[in-house]
C-alpha cells in the first residue's frame, strides 16, 4: 500500500463489515433486508493480521471483543482495527466487522479494504452515516487519489 500523504484524512466511525452478497446504490444499513454474510471471527483476524505493516496491538489472547490490530504506512499513515462481534453468545462468535480509526489516504483504506475483501468477498465499507460503499463507488466519491 503507497502512501499518499498529500491526501490523507482523517477516518473515524467508519467499519468494514459484512454485509449482503450485492447491494444497489446508494444502500444504507438501516434499510438492509437481506440476509448477510457470516465469516468465522478466527479466519478475519488471521487474513487481517497477514496484511502486510498489519500487527496486532492486544495482549496475546483477548475476548474477541479485545482484539485490535493496528496498519502502518510510509510517512506515519495508519489504519486501526477494533473487533466487533454480532452474537458472543454462540461459541464461536461471529464476526460484525471492524471499527476503523484512520490517519491515512484514501487509497490506502481502499487497498486494506481489498486485501480483506479477497478472502471474505462480502465485507463493505460502511460509513458514519451508515451508507454502505461498494469500492466502485468509494473510489468514485472519496478515492480520487487512487487513479
Known amino acids: ?12 466511525d467508519w467499519g468494514l463489515v459484512p454485509g449482503p452478497v450485492d447491494f444497489d446504490e446508494p444502500a444504507y ?12 471471527i478466527s479466519m478475519v483476524a488471521d487474513v487481517a493480521l ?16 479485545d482484539w485490535r490490530a493496528r496498519w502502518t504506512g ?20 461471529s464476526f460484525g466487522g471492524f471499527l476503523v480509526t484512520a490517519d491515512c489516504a484514501p487509497s490506502e483504506l481502499l487497498d486494506l479494504w481489498l486485501a480483506l475483501r479477497r478472502e471474505f468477498p462480502q465485507v463493505w465499507l460502511h460509513s458514519p452515516e451508515c451508507r454502505f ?9 472519496l478515492a480520487a487519489d487512487t487513479g
Open 133 to 141: 460503499y461498494k469500492p466502485g463507488s468509494f473510489r468514485t466519491e
Open 50 to 65: 497477514s496484511i502486510p505493516g498489519m500487527e496486532r496491538t492486544h495482549v496475546e489472547m483477548p475476548s474477541w471483543w
Open 29 to 40: 444499513s438501516y434499510d438492509m433486508q437481506d440476509s448477510i454474510a457470516e465469516y468465522r
Open 1 to 12: 500500500m503507497a502512501a499518499d500523504n498529500l491526501n490523507r484524512r482523517r477516518w473515524s
Open 74 to 93: 510510509a510517512g506515519g499513515s495508519y489504519i486501526d482495527l477494533e473487533m466487533t462481534l454480532f452474537d458472543d453468545e454462540v461459541d464461536p462468535p
